[in-house]
């Protein structure tokens, strides 16, 4: 058997990977590289494919699937409730990079049509594999895959976490013995503050902004952290106006159909139903006035609404920008994290507004991916992905180290025998 690693070595982006046996090649995730300009993965035939498995809806894992169905692609396996969430944010990829994209909205039809659901916990085969999706706790709907056939069995974490939030409870599966293990790599170099200190300092930082005349403005993913955000205000009590906007609102309707994937349904919907929806520019124009907090995607300011909130609010000191997700290379959200600008009016400028960052990660620290390899049983091959360069040599190194496996970070388009 053999793995490639098709996207996401040594970068975070554009995950895929794709498992060829004796008879089968399925592929594992297929996403983009969101930068200023859009990048994918290693090409592949469609019908060198038998079965796609969608490990869950960020764009970095899902955004180039569409590309398969320009002729009959394979079927893509995946929870409904991810692939609800991934026609979200396909469309609105379309939506906003469409001219820079090879496949048009046709091809999403298309593929939409080309699905099995499978839920969590279920088993599902797929030629010579059993194949079964895990809670990972990242963002609703998200899985890790385990696969089982001849004679091998393969863990990918997809992107993982173990600690609960507010809207997720943290992954949890046993693992047993594995061949290979694919690993996510995000934050394998360090680990992350008690999540309830960074909610308390989050939730008191709000205060103090709108307590001072500001506007507090919260670039976050449409898909999660949005309502991360909404659920930790709404449990704290959060005295002042919140308004959401954007793609989140879409997530939200969603979301209400699948309680069964939320770790406190009822707090899900308290927390939705306490913030103010933002759908007209005429009330963008009026909020950026008003002291409140504004939470809006994209979350890394690449598109939507977040591009407005971001040059508006940047321009006084009294407001502030509370950085709450990853921030990609080469976004603009890392470009005003590391060097305090944004582009107002088509030009960089020095934002004004406070900038502040809060770890509130959906991916596990260096201590929670390391809690996952000790359930590992057996001596499987090991590949570190989805991680900056640094991050994944060095938990390769850290790994071989700790267990004995053999453990590595691939380079693009590598290959690996299991
Ligand atoms: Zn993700
Ligand atoms: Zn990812």
């Known amino acids: 058997m053999e793995v490639r690693i098709l996207g996401s070595a040594r970068e975070v982006g554009r995950s895929a990977m794709l498992l060829k046996s004796s008879n089968t090649n399925i592929l594992l995730d297929f996403g983009v590289l969101m930068q200023r300009e859009i990048g994918f993965p290693v090409h592949v035939q469609p019908r060198d494919i038998d079965a796609i498995l969608l490990s869950h809806a960020h764009l970095d894992h899902s955004g180039a699937l569409p590309l ?10 995946t929870t409904p409730l991810t692939l609800e969430l991934t026609r979200l944010l396909i469309e609105d990829l379309l939506r906003v990079s469409g001219f820079y994209l090879p496949f048009e909205y046709i091809d999403l039809l298309e593929m939409m049509k080309k699905t099995t659901t499978i839920n969590p916990n279920d088993k599902v085969k797929i030629s010579n594999f ?46 047993g013995e594995l061949d290979l293990l694919i690993i996510e ?12 200190e960074v909610e308390n300092s989050f939730v008191a930082y709000a205060k103090e902004v709108i307590e001072r005349g500001g506007t507090l403005f919260v670039p976050a993913f449409s898909v999660g952290r949005a309502q991360e955000i909404a659920c930790i205000l709404s449990s704290h009590k959060f005295p002042y106006p919140t308004y959401m906007d954007g793609m989140a609102l879409k997530t939200n309707e969603i979301l209400f159909r699948y309680p069964e994937y939320l770790r406190d349904y009822r707090a899900f919907r308290r927390a939705i139903n ?38 508006q609010i940047a321009q006084k000191e009294k407001n ?3 950085i709450v997700a990853y921030q990609v290379q080469g976004t603009p959200g890392r470009t005003l994290l590391e ?4 582009l107002v009016n088509g030009r ?21 991916l390391m809690k996952l390899l000790d359930k590992v049983k057996g001596r499987p091959k090991v590949l570190m992905v989805h991680g900056e360069e640094p991050s994944c040599v060095s938990f390769a190194k850290n790994v071989k180290e700790s267990f004995g496996f053999d453990a590595q970070a691939p380079k693009p388009n590598e290959a690996f025998q299991i």
């Open 68 to 77: 398969f169905y320009l002729s009959n692609g394979p079927r893509i396996y």
């Open 130 to 175: 059993d194949v079964r999706f895990y809670d990972a706790g990242h963002i609703p709907g998200s899985t890790s895959i385990l696969l089982e056939g001849e004679g091998k069995r393969i863990l990918y974490t997809g992107d993982i976490n173990d600690e609960d939030t507010q809207l997720l409870k943290g992954a949890n599966y046993d693992i």
């Open 185 to 196: 790599s995000t934050y394998a170099t360090e680990d992350h503050p008690p999540r309830r």
């Open 274 to 311: 306490s913030v103010e929806v933002v759908t007209a520019w005429k009330q963008r124009k009026q909020i950026i006035n008003t002291p409140s907090v504004i939470i809006s995607p994209a979350g890394m300011l690449v598109g939507g609404a977040a591009v407005f909130y971001n040059q």
């Open 320 to 322: 502030a920008i509370a």
């Open 339 to 342: 060097k305090g600008l944004a």
């Open 348 to 368: 960089p400028t020095k934002v004004k507004a406070e900038v502040k960052r809060f770890d509130f990660s959906s991916h596990s620290g260096k201590s929670g």
